[in-house]
């Protein structure tokens, strides 16, 4: 079970419920089941909560021991961080409740059918709440707001102290899920490391935090919700970053680039395309050319080959092989259809929206702006098979206009010292570690090279 929970939590994706629309939906009280599954209290009775479903994944002795399994990631259970968090979608009422642990902090998100069961239970690691790192030496930071109201996201432009400008410049974008400026996640922060590194280049560089972090409880409770997308997730905060960089008499206008990591690599190309002339290039970091439903199932699977052979690994698999059922009738959706039900536990209308685009590699093709592409040997979470040898398979990667780094690093661009047991897992990011030099020294390089190089 230790290797099961570690992969639900990088997956940021559990138990996923058979979702349907009920009548009526009754409330529970979180915080008082999350504590008696803490101190192993009543757990027949908790048991009992979960819905039919629930109970074939989950067979009582592994529920029983779900919060010591929890307990071995993110260390002992102090309390609660805030208040519960309601929202009602796809006929579910939807809890969300932060839990404060001495490592690292989880969230709980519980799925209620209109009985009051539990149809889905979730545990993933929350955003780091962590105090602002300090600017490193030769950087200066100044805070900046990106975009305009109602969705204002609070920021940093990072600039090398002293610099004669213009500068070349890059807007940091976040993978999938709320996400600080940091992109922080245990005890690392990717986004922080590639701004000082990057600023230290000679690169302003804008970092900021993304809409659902800022604007989670509000979107979620949204009547709007159903039909909320990257667009207004990602890809508007994005183009107002740069378009906030392109007015900075400090920064190059024509030296613009993006930076996309994990989900926002894969939106990349179509943050850029939609931009117009804004961005000069971008940089896909720990992106794929397969789609992001294609990544949750071969992950959802990877979990269920983890599970005992069984009634609860069968029961699982019908899951999975229910939901990709679903994922392949997306093409043949309209966009009504789609504004109905949930898959993979979000709308389905994310992920139709999504189909509606060309995958990353053909934008790319037909945009021909300068790329760089980096995918890492050790990542678990876009494994090789979705990275290098996908864009390999859609790319000539000698065409002019490409780059490409395949780094011996994970998916935050780290390379950890992790022991046998938490190499592979979420685990890892419980490690002090710093991006890799080698890969803000070739993402630097990209940037700073001179536009005849990068036609």
């Known amino acids: 079970m230790k290797r099961l929970f570690a992969s639900l939590l990088c997956l940021m994706l559990a138990l996923f419920p058979a979702y349907g629309v009920g009548e009526e939906i009754q409330d529970t009280d979180l915080q008082t089941f999350l504590t008696e599954l803490a101190q192993g209290e009543n757990l027949d009775a908790l048991y009992a909560r979960l819905d039919a479903s629930m109970q074939a994944a989950l067979s009582p002795e592994d529920f029983a021991s779900l919060w ?24 579910y009422l939807v809890l969300r409740q932060r839990l404060d642990m001495s490592g690292m902090d989880l969230m709980c998100i519980m799925s209620l059918d209109a009985s009051g069961q539990v149809a889905g239970l979730q545990f993933t690691l929350a955003p780091t709440k962590a105090e602002e790192p300090l600017p490193s030496a030769g950087v200066i930071e100044e805070e900046i707001l990106v975009g305009e109201a109602p969705w204002e996201l609070p920021g940093f432009l990072t600039l090398p102290e002293n610099a004669e400008g213009p500068l070349p410049a890059v807007v940091l974008v976040q993978g999938s899920g709320p996400s600080d400026r940091n992109e922080a996640v245990g005890a690392v922060k990717p986004f922080y490391d590639l701004a000082q590194a990057l600023a230290a280049q000679g690169i302003a560089v804008v970092r900021y935090d993304k809409r659902t972090y800022v604007y989670g409880e509000e979107i979620a409770s949204s009547t709007a919700y159903a039909s909320f997308t990257v667009e207004e997730e990602t890809i508007q905060d994005a183009i107002a970053a740069g378009k906030r960089l392109a007015k900075d008499s400090r920064v190059d206008a024509e030296r613009i680039y993006l930076l996309g990591h994990s989900l926002g690599a894969m939106l990349a190309p179509r943050i850029v395309q939609e931009s117009g002339e804004l961005f000069a290039g971008m940089i896909l970091a720990c ?158 390089a990209f940037i700073l090279a001179e536009k005849e190089k990068n036609p």
Request: charged share 25%; glycine share 8%.
């Open 68 to 91: 010591s399994q929890l307990s071995v990631l993110g260390g002992e259970f102090l309390g609660f961080d805030g208040d519960t968090e309601t929202a009602e979608t796809g006929g």
């Open 287 to 444: 992106g794929s050319n397969a789609t992001l439903l294609e990544i949750m199932a071969r992950q959802n699977q990877d979990v269920i080959d983890t599970l005992a052979t069984g009634e609860q690994r069968e029961a699982a698999q019908v899951q999975l092989d229910a939901e990709c059922a679903k994922a392949a009738e997306l093409v043949n959706m309209s966009a009504e259809e789609a504004l109905e039900g949930v898959l993979f536990g979000q709308p389905v209308y994310y992920f139709w929206e999504m189909a509606q685009y060309p995958r990353p590699a053909e934008l790319l093709r037909e945009m021909q702006k300068p790329a760089l592409l980096i995918n890492g040997e050790r990542d678990f979470q876009v494994n090789i098979r979705e990275g290098r040898e996908g864009w390999d398979a859609a790319l000539d990667l000698s065409a002019p206009w490409l780059s490409y780094l395949w780094a011996d690093v994970n998916h935050l661009l780290m390379r950890p010292d992790a022991p046998e047991g938490v190499a592979g897992t979420t685990a890892e990011y419980m490690i002090p570690c710093v991006v890799e030099k080698e890969i803000t020294d070739a993402i630097g």
